[in-house]
């Protein structure tokens, strides 16, 4: 008689290498916000004023969208769980779509900087906030190609891996919102 042995990997929801891209992907987006706070440091009033002409309510919108599609991601594990597979793909383009809203707000913030004249070069800040944003930006587009392979095959354990890279992208922005957008603000 053979004991099969479960390991605290074995019990790790999706896929082990999932997790592992998820941790290094959290570690390049936690350096990045620690080098921003330590410049921060260094001009504060310049820091403050470049801060302030953010969207800071289109932020905090696309915060609510992206914890909602997150809601449905989660949701679409559960029901792929269970077999449901057209409700499984129906909560994967619910939770696309409001991937898609994500990055129209925060395309229309980046013409709006653009339109200000407002570029990589104007300020160490918003060197930083393009280089922060255009990355996550282009996890959620990443996420978005993830959700429409998984939705094809539609199997449980690949929606729980796709679901696991969404989440990843709703934490970085849960950290990028209150540091880039909040953090400083009088």
């Known amino acids: 008689m053979s004991e099969t042995r479960v390991t605290a990997i074995d019990a790790l929801p999706g896929e082990f290498m999932m997790w592992v891209l998820i941790m290094s992907e959290l570690a390049v987006f936690g350096a990045g916000l620690i080098v921003f706070s330590a410049v921060r440091l260094t001009d504060l009033s310049g820091f403050a004023d470049a801060q302030a002409q953010l969207h800071t309510v289109g932020a905090g919108v ?71 944003t255009g990355f996550h930006a282009a996890h959620v587009i990443a996420g978005l190609v993830i959700f429409a392979l998984v939705a094809w095959k539609c199997q449980p354990r690949l929606v729980e891996t796709g679901a696991q890279f969404w989440h990843m992208v709703d934490l970085v922005w849960l950290l990028l919102f209150p540091v880039l957008y909040l953090v400083g603000r009088v």
Do not use: C, P
């Not at 599609?69 to 499984?88: D, F, N, P």
């Not at 990055?103 to 104007?122: H, P, Q, R, S, V």
């Open 62 to 132: 696309n915060t609510v969208v992206l914890v909602t599609s997150g809601w449905l991601a989660a949701r679409a594990v559960g029901l792929a769980e269970k077999g449901r597979v057209r409700a499984t793909r129906v909560s994967l383009g619910g939770a696309a779509a409001l991937g898609v809203v994500f990055l129209w707000i925060k395309g229309a913030e980046y013409a709006d900087k653009a339109a200000a004249g407002i570029n990589f070069e104007t300020h160490s800040f918003f060197t930083f906030y393009y280089l922060l």
